[in-house]
């Protein structure tokens, strides 16, 4: 079955750590998308990618960075710059690169991460 | 400004009545989509229902139905019979197309079923 696959489920960083999220989806999606969120709060859009090696800053993107060299697969690192990065952080892809009507989202199952 | 608005943090409701969450959002973008996710405390995100800024019905699926004023700017979720299983939180997202694909989400309602 097609989704998009999210690990570690939980990861635990030192302070001063760069750490990676994978994120990798076989559904043949153009986009892809990195959310974060925090304790009983709504997502915010980290990261976007709408094609292959292109990429977009979205709301919160500082102390962030990912690459999207294949389709597939669109890592998030979480860099030491990001002063509070305990949260919870979902991965989403959707079909097509113009804006679409009907078109869905799908989401992995999220990563945890902790700062310890 | 907020884009996506949910005013209520935390809701009760008693197991098979009725219960309506609210949205209210706002844009300059004549063509737009609204979702309602569901996600339980597994985290996942579970999609419930969409309207379309252009549609001319309220969208149904299910138990699930969305009141869609467009003047009001407000695309609020009914549930209908609550069960036990619905308790968690509930997310408002709106899509602009003309502002690319990324979904824009409320801070959500965390919805409480009482046996």
């Known amino acids: 079955d097609g989704g998009i696959t999210q690990s570690p489920k939980y990861l635990f960083r030192k302070e001063g750590q760069n750490v990676t999220l994978s994120c990798e989806q076989n559904?043949?999606?153009?986009?892809m998308y990195w959310y974060r969120q925090d304790p009983g709060q709504g997502l915010r859009l980290i990261y976007y990618?709408?094609?292959?090696?292109?990429?977009q800053k979205g709301d919160i993107a500082e102390g962030y960075s990912v690459s999207r060299e294949k389709k597939e697969s669109f890592p998030l690192t979480v860099t030491s710059a990001q002063k509070n990065p305990t949260a919870f952080y979902l991965c989403?892809?959707?079909?097509?690169?113009?804006?679409?009507?009907?078109?869905?989202?799908?989401f992995g199952s999220g990563t945890r991460l902790t700062v310890v | 400004a907020q884009k996506i608005t949910q005013t209520q943090p935390g809701m009760f409701v008693q197991e098979k009545e009725a219960v309506t969450l609210d949205c209210t959002y706002d844009?300059?973008?004549?063509?737009?989509?609204l979702f309602w996710y569901k996600q339980p405390s597994s985290g996942e995100m579970i999609f419930l229902i969409y309207?379309?800024?252009?549609?001319?019905q309220n969208a149904t699926e299910g138990r699930y139905s969305l009141n869609f004023q467009k003047a009001r700017k407000s695309a609020n979720l009914v549930i209908s019979a609550s069960q036990l299983g619905d308790s968690a939180m509930y997310f408002c997202?709106?899509?602009?197309?003309?502002?690319?694909?990324?979904?824009?989400f409320g801070g959500g309602t965390r919805l409480m079923v009482k046996p």
């Open positions: 989403a892809s959707s079909i097509n690169l113009r804006p679409q009507r009907r078109g869905g989202y799908t």
């Open positions: 559904l043949n999606h153009d986009a």
């Open positions: 990618s709408q094609i292959v090696n292109d990429f």
């Open positions: 844009t300059s973008d004549p063509s737009y989509g």
């Open positions: 309207q379309g800024s252009y549609d001319q």
């Open positions: 997202a709106m899509r602009e197309d003309n502002a690319g694909n990324m979904l824009t």
